[in-house]
């Protein structure tokens, strides 16, 4: 049996040849852009790759892109404002029981976190 990592036994005929046709591919991009790397009479100190930069392209005007949605809205609400907003009630809640418990007298003076010293 064979080392293929794609061998997948319950693959039908047309996955195979479809993933030997990938394999095809990507070996001939490899050679193309190593013939391109090693070229010792190259002038461009990169190669150009019109894929990449159009990712980069992209990538860099996001924000110029950027339409505003409900969904977009509810996302920055869960992950940003309801955690910050919710730490903030649990600390106020926290320190209100605190006070309550010093000023009913259940926490004396010497057992407080906050004293002056």
Known sequence: ??????????????????????LKLRRALRQEYLRKATDPHSTDPLIFDPMMQRYYSMHMTIAERFIPTFK?????????????????LLLKWSRDK???????GEIEYKDRLYKYQ
């Open 1 to 22: 049996m064979s080392k293929d990592p794609f061998h997948h036994p319950d693959a039908s005929p047309e996955e195979i040849r479809l993933v030997n046709e990938r």
């Open 72 to 88: 977009n809205w509810t996302k920055y609400m869960c992950t940003i404002v309801v955690p910050i907003v919710g730490y903030a």
């Open 98 to 104: 605190t006070e309550r418990k010093i000023r009913s």
